[in-house]
T-cell receptor, first 112, second 116 residues
Framework: SQQGEEDPQALSIQEGENATMNCSYK?????LQWYRQNSGRGLVHLIL?????REKHSGRLRVTLDTSKKSSSLLITASRAADTASYFC????????????FGAGTILRVKS | NAGVTQTPKFQVLKTGQSMTLQCAQD?????MSWYRQDPGMGLRLIHY???????DQGEVPNGYNVSRSTTEDFPLRLLSAAPSQTSVYFC???????????????FGEGSRLTVL
């Protein structure tokens, strides 16, 4: 079974609204990463948060990590049509060795 | 600086045929990996390598072979293609220092494979 599970599976919002996606995982981690995938393209790294960090910002992105609940959230503020994509969380855990384990992703649609 | 380059972008095979998906990176990354992406299942790791001459299995290795003779190249071989191998394949790489991975994965644009 997958280490990271995102919810919701799909999210549709209006341009200018905020989008929040959640990721839950099962084991202790070294870090958690979020990636974006535009349709028909490869994944692009957005942000990495280490296990000893609680919150991280990058432009309009805000990521939080709660290791006690084994969960993370990705907030995209003031969304744009160009943010339409699939978003994946990925966990880097010692138990998985050198492997980065991905969840199934959240499909975000931003309507203009 | 091209990053991670995958070829071909599209391929159609018949059941039982063999083929090799090519992956090359020019970032001097020690770690390289192959994932497959299927609808609703995210990315699943097939094989990975932490350096030239070293490979290991991921979550779904059956039906695939890999080798790593150089730092730059990590080809994925399908010896006898099956319809269940219809998928989009992604190669990805990242830095590794002293065998410990650091940071983000860099992905290629994907290879879409259809097995009839």
């Amino acid at each position: 079974s997958q280490q990271g599970e995102e919810d919701p599976q799909a999210l549709s919002i209006q341009e200018g609204e905020n989008a929040t996606m959640n990721c839950s995982y099962k084991t202790s981690i070294n870090n958690l990463q979020w990636y974006r995938q535009n349709s028909g393209r490869g994944l692009v790294h957005l942000i990495l948060i280490r296990s000893n960090e609680r919150e991280k910002h990058s432009g309009r992105l805000r990521v939080t990590l709660d290791t006690s609940k084994k969960s993370s959230s990705l907030l995209i503020t003031a969304s744009r049509a160009a943010d339409t994509a699939s978003y994946f969380c990925a966990t880097d855990a010692t138990i998985y060795g050198n492997k980065l384990v991905f969840g199934a992703g959240t499909i975000l649609r931003v309507k203009s | 600086n091209a990053g991670v380059t995958q070829t071909p972008k599209f391929q159609v095979l018949k059941t039982g045929q063999s083929m090799t998906l090519q992956c090359a990176q020019d970032m001097n990354h020690e770690y390289m990996s192959w994932y497959r992406q299927d609808p609703g299942m995210g990315l699943r790791l097939i094989h990975y390598s932490v350096g030239a001459g070293i490979t290991d299995q991921g979550e779904v290795p059956n039906g695939y072979n890999v080798s790593r003779s150089t730092t730059e190249d990590f080809p994925l071989r399908l010896l006898s293609a099956a319809p269940s191998q219809t998928s989009v394949y992604f190669c990805a790489s990242r830095l590794a220092r002293l065998g410990v991975n650091t940071g983000e994965l860099f992905f290629g644009e994907g290879s879409r494979l259809t097995v009839l």
